[in-house]
Nanobody, 117 residues
Framework: QVQLVESGGGLVQAGGSLRLSCAAS????????MGWYRQAPGKQRELVAT???????NYADSVKCRFTISRDNAKNTVYLQMNSLKPEDTAVYYC???????????WGQGTQVTVSS
């Protein structure tokens, strides 16, 4: 059974930093493309960043040069380092595991990030 557990959210002032973590279980991490998505109140869920099994990365324009996604295959964990946070980054952040071979997607429960101005 695949499980994704996020941690690291919280309240931070504008300009501050947070690091989100997502620990994966179920034996899929090495073959999964991992990603972070976010959903603000009243808005649709949107892609923040992804990292392939080969560690190629992709970012939303709104977070480029501020956020960094990385993965540690030995720990089955993906990270999102968020710097220079803005109030518009406030959202629930979700971890995603996409397995192309199985055409399967898995989601974590989400972690709240709140940036005060």
């Amino acid at each position: 059974q695949v499980q994704l557990v996020e941690s690291g959210g919280g309240l931070v002032q504008a300009g501050g930093s947070l690091r989100l973590s997502c620990a994966a279980s179920g034996g899929i991490f090495a073959i999964a493309a991992m990603g972070w998505y976010r959903q603000a109140p009243g808005k649709q869920r949107e892609l923040v960043a992804t990292i392939s099994s080969g560690s190629s990365t992709n970012y939303a324009d709104s977070v480029k040069c501020r956020f960094t996604i990385s993965r540690d295959n030995a720990k089955n964990t993906v990270y999102l380092q968020m710097n220079s946070l803005k109030p518009e980054d406030t959202a629930v952040y979700y971890c995603n595991a996409h397995i192309q071979l199985l055409k399967a997607d898995y989601w974590g429960q989400g972690t709240q990030v709140t940036v005060s101005s």
